[in-house]
């Protein structure tokens, strides 16, 4: 019986002599692009880049975290080291990862278009991103920032004594880059479609990529004031967050949050949209309530921006305000709800292999569930009192941003991994690095929802001696999922020069994307498309099998 | 799967870019470009008002005895100077797209010279303001609720924001004078202007809602 | 500690039990979902693995039938039902932790009023009758106990987690929390709002002690302060010496409202509108006398910021509130019967 794995040798395409990766040579040739996948690609090398240094600062925190008064770092330097983790990751990592490197790359393709609306705005974004990483670097090289990637008043304006202006700086100026992505995606969308793709025969990808970048665009620009008016107290005193002047060190904690909790729906919508395209490729069906899961990335960006004060509870806002905020926390719950389910019926009588991109599915469809289902407990005004600040947020949030979004990049990765470089990377390697990911990823943030209930403060570098056994733990889960990340940077690299070459489509899989060859030429499509079948039609597909 | 349809060979009409099938496509995406863009914008000054608002509602006499302080016969001579420039911006796209090229190089430089006006006022109005001690930070001297310095605050963010992205607009409505005394722009192909204009507007619109929120609140 | 649930910390609060049995519901309720859905992907990993199915299986038709873009029948009923019983969940999580919320903020009448300070990085904490403590708070057990607290710098929260209590400390205003100790012992105290270099070290205890013990624990001044001078003695001091009391006769014809029952009353301000004189009010009229004229009134007291501490500020207050208080406010407050 014919499986689907990767074919090595596709008869029917011989391997691309020009592509997009050898049209051209030279490090000028990479910096001036104005090609996408190109783009893709100097985006995909920055954010490898940040997430190591984000990984070295979380290294360094749990080896602190060993003993309850170690001092393998002084205090500041705890301070500053969870603070950067916190900057680097969510700023330089997650809320570029997935749409600026296999947004960039595949959102022309799914289209059937030669580009992006915009391919020099696009290629601003990525200069944009490193003038903020040049200002992050430069924070972190004066001595660091230790406020918390919060940035809280009055301690960041009146209090702490690092490298603040530098760090928010950077901050403001790598929004503009997510913003002006966000608004060449959406533009994208509705004006550079092949004819015959009709909104519902998107790929459910595109669509999350499209919620995504509506957030971005509506939200990220809240950022960008809140950080112009935090510059402004901390360097002129003006007085909007200062209480001895009749300031607000809360309104700062409302400003902050309008973007903040949006921002996380970036980090985890796309990775929702890739597993939509891979359970339905690895499972050779039809995904399961197209629409619903469409209208549900549109409901979770559009509920998002009504949540913000649940990260208020004990701020001292308002009774009613709280108990109105974790109402809506508990609908933005509901359509995520409905995409685990309808990704789990998706698999209903599939016919299923485990190849690496489905396993990081899997891991993913489990870890977010439980992730998300702990936010249930926060939602939950009476419970967060007691939760809120502690490690059991901690535990939450990193179950949806590693466990989800982080196993749903390495998924994608993996997926169009072929498609990107025109190799296929080593099976075996994959799927032990998948395993090892999954489980030290547990073993390192299980333990911290018990330590959260107990009572463990966050951003505490001591603690009481109760609360060691469950930190080495986590410290030795830490150390696994180490190992785990990376693995796959020295195979994928290794498979760049050594893999199998290729074909168009290794996976069998339906989608735009995968009519043109791996990698795809510079224009993408020799001739435009023209689209007649629904998306996912897999059904189709296995009639033609066997 | 796709059909490959016979598409027509992939020539690029003058001006059109190489993502596009035709100028229609790119004047439209072009066009909806910019809108997504002052959407943005909007969201972006509305983080100010919203602190305006919260800080309004909290102190109502502060701000009302800040605002005595603004000269609101300067503010409304300012706010009749924006209208004129957006005028002029209209005229100078109602002039592309009649193909005159002297009309547009005339009224896009109109533009720029109210738009400089504006400018050169503010610059008076925040001298006399510094002057009176009354920029919010260390020399901040205010006979009254101290809380109107939260309203000197959110004056010089608010409009010193507005006033960096009517330099801006300034600017890109010099390389739009540059390129249209070139001849750049006609009736078939005049989108460059057509989105100056929009940014102008709003940037004007922007203004329309900062005049009397700042200016007009001196209270009864 | 040798129980299984070690990761429960002792319920030492009439709250405490509410929290947990709540929290006992959402780890079912998540429990439950979460093995559904493994459970599931699991046993579909395996059932429909490739080499188990058949290429080209019939079953497709019926279920591309059943289920094409979820439009089929089957599939709309489906989605509707695990739409529905995850939204009546969702609710019941909300309406459970709502209620447990406004147990959590809405101290009884009738508690015993402390007064804590949070500062860069140390808990200050004042008893009625003056005595002071630095990172411990000792309090009998048994009583309604109401916290009104301020912070002399940047936010703090006070989070004491074997109470299920914590509440964020800002500065420039009061956040109160209250609890009811139901057990004796000493508990953790900590600071749950990163505030600087020695976040980890603002920690402390709370020290609950049978009536009698807590009793005799003040009447030797808790071993710290100078025994004898209440915190409304020492308010009323402070505003004698201040001269508050020039302008704010008791009779209302001074230059000043009259302070009788002013806190928890509603004042009428110039200018129309009304404002609920609570703690925050009272502190604000003393450090920024122009924000809110009572109506009748003109402004022109003096601001007192930067002349007085917070201590100072709670002890004002703490005197203010014995004015028109039932008792005539003479005796200060002592710690009431227990109530049960």
Redesign the interface.
Known sequence: MKTSHALAEDPGSAPQEFNYLNADYGVRSWLLTIDHKRIAILYLVMITIMFSIGGLFATALRIELLTPTGDFVQADTYNKLFTMHGVVMIFFFLIPSIPAVLGNFLLPLMLGARDLAFPRINLLSWYIYIVGAIFGTYAIIAGGVDTGWTFYTPYSTSSSQTQVIPTVLAGFIVGFSSILTGLNFIVTTHKMRAPGLTWFRLPLFVWAIYATSLIQMLATPVLAITLVLLLLERGLHIGIFDPNLGGDPVLFQHLFWFYSHPAVYIMILPGMGVISEIVTCFSRNQIFGYKFICFSSLGIAAIGFLVWGHHLFVSGQSVYAGVLFSLLSYLVAIPSAIKVFNWTATLYKGRISWQTPMLYVFGFIGLFTIGGLTGLFLAAIGLDVHLTDTYFVIAHFHYIMVGGAIMGYLGGLHYWWPKITGRLYPEFWAKIACAIIFLGFNLTFFPQFLLGYMGMPRRYHAYPPEFQVLNVMSTAGASILGIGYFLPIVYLIWSMRYGPKASSNPWNATGLEWQTPSPPPTHNFDRVPVVTQEAYDYPAMERNVG | ???????EPHTLAPHQ?????TME?QQ??ST??MW??L???V??????F??YT??RY??P??FSAASHHLNYIIGAINTGVLIGSSMTMALAVRAAQLGNRRSQVVFLLLTIVLGSTFLGIKVVEYHDKFVHHLV???NFRFE????S??F???Y??MTG?HAVHMIIGIGMLSTLTVLAWRGNFSSQYYTPVELGGLYWHFVDIVWIYLFPLLYLIRGG | MNRFLFFIPEQASSVAAQVDLFFYFMVAVSGFFSLLIAGLIVFFAFRYHETRVEAGRPAIDDREHATTHGHGQGAVMLEIVWTVIPFALAMVMFAWGTSLYFTLVRPPAGALQLYAVGKQWMWKFQHPEGVREINELHVPLGQDIRLTMSSEDVIHSFFVPAFRVKQDVVPGRYTQTWFHPTRTGTFHLFCAEYCGTQHSGMIGSVTVMEPRDYEAWLATGGGAAVPGQSLAQLGERLFNERACSTCHLPNGQGRGPSLVGVLGSTVKLEGGGTVKADESYVRESILNPMAKIVAGYVPQMPTFQGQLSEEQLLELIAYVRTLGAKDGGAAPPTVAAAKE
Not at chain 2, 17 to 21: K, L, R, S
Not at chain 2, 144 to 147: H, K, V
């Open positions: 799967m796709a059909d490959h349809a016979q598409a870019q190489h993502q596009f099938e496509q439209e995406t909806l470009g997504a863009f959407v943005t914008e969201m972006f000054f509305g983080g100010l919203g602190a919260v800080y909290l102190y006499q502060a919010p930070g260390a009254g609720p101290r809380e310095q939260i000197f605050s959110l010089f963010a924001m």
